[in-house]
């Protein structure tokens, strides 16, 4: 550990606290080289970001909380900030995810207080304040099966099933693309949502890749989480709940099934990145923990790409050039009733 970044930490919050008598623990690594620390002043407490700015912007990550304070959404205030020596000094959230009070019983009440906050983030003009999630990207993110998963199982491509691909992945990227565009958060689930002490708002931390896209982004990595899979009857009855929230001007010309169908071609390019992320986590970053969860992401991958002819040929190809050594290598997914 660096000691005169250490000193450098603890006059800084000596001058903004107005006190040297606090206590600091840092709490265990994320993957960046940002570090947290929970300071704790009398009874208050505070959470450090410590972002060196040689190694870490945490620039974004200002400008995107002032303006989602500023605009209603529930992110932690700011309560100092040190830009050239990169400390910043936040509320504390408290350590309690979404994630670990979630089952059967609580789901559904959780889920409408998300999906009330996720229609107040949609509603916030973002316009030049956000990129865009333009053709482009939605397109290199679905590449990242053919340049990680595919490798990693030793397929190669027959011209035709490159084009084959090509064809489909401009089929989801323009399906994101026709959709209502909104401030999508863009890991809008369950271990980015705080239970806060006496509030029924929840606390939304890492939303610093926020982007313009698609209303339905942020409703499918709640409801189709990659880490956590619910009944595919029950997460339509939450695209309802979900679609008779959102304001007029979503729903014109676009009656539930259309909703539907948005949310699941929506879902399905998002699963298809995410299959290759979750080997590039592995392959490049030497990550194993998100392995398990990958049979799961291809069962969803299969499943929600059912009702759509103009995906056929693709999921045919999955079925039988992939998915034989994508089982051998990754293993197959129990489905849960």
């Not at 250490?6 to 006190?19: A, K, M, Y």
């Not at 980015?192 to 509030?199: F, K, P, S």
């Not at 290759?276 to 799961?296: A, T």
């Amino acid at each position: 550990m660096n000691t005169q970044r250490e000193q450098l930490i603890q006059t800084w919050i000596s001058s903004v606290l107005g006190s040297d008598q606090f206590e600091i623990n840092f709490l265990a690594g994320d993957a960046s080289f940002r570090r947290y620390a929970r300071i704790k002043l009398n009874n208050k407490t505070f959470m450090l970001m410590d972002a060196p700015p040689e190694k870490e912007d945490c620039v974004p990550f200002v400008t995107i909380d002032e303006f989602f304070d500023a605009n209603g959404v529930r992110v932690p205030h700011i309560v100092a900030k040190d830009l050239e020596q990169g400390f910043l000094l936040l509320e504390d959230f408290g350590d309690v995810l979404l994630s670990t009070l979630l089952n059967d019983q609580t789901v559904d009440a959780h889920y409408a207080q998300s999906f009330k906050q996720l229609i107040q983030l949609q509603s916030i003009d973002g316009v030049n304040h956000f990129p865009e999630y333009a053709y482009e990207k939605l397109i290199s993110e679905m590449e990242l099966l053919t340049d990680w998963l595919l490798p990693s199982l030793q397929i190669q491509l027959t011209i035709e099933e490159s084009a084959l691909i090509k064809r489909t992945f401009a089929i989801l990227a323009n399906a994101a693309l026709a959709q209502p565009q909104v401030i999508v958060h863009r890991d809008f689930h369950s271990r980015n949502l705080m239970m806060l002490d006496g509030e029924q708002d929840q606390g939304v931390i890492d939303f610093q890749d926020a982007v313009i896209g698609a209303d339905t982004y942020d409703l499918i990595s709640i409801t189709r989480d990659a880490y956590v899979q619910w009944n595919a009857e029950r997460v339509y009855g939450w695209f309802k709940v979900f679609y008779d929230l959102l304001p007029a001007s979503a729903k014109e010309g676009r009656d539930f099934e259309q909703f539907k169908q948005d949310a699941d071609l929506m879902a399905i390019q998002r699963h298809i990145k995410i299959l290759g992320i979750f080997v590039r986590l592995f392959e490049r970053d030497g990550k194993s923990g998100y392995l398990k969860d990958l049979p799961r992401v291809m069962w969803y991958l299969l499943e929600e790409s059912k009702p759509y002819a103009e995906l056929q040929p693709f999921i045919q190809f999955i079925q039988a050039k992939v998915l034989p050594k994508f089982e051998a290598k990754y293993g197959s997914y129990e489905v849960v009733a």
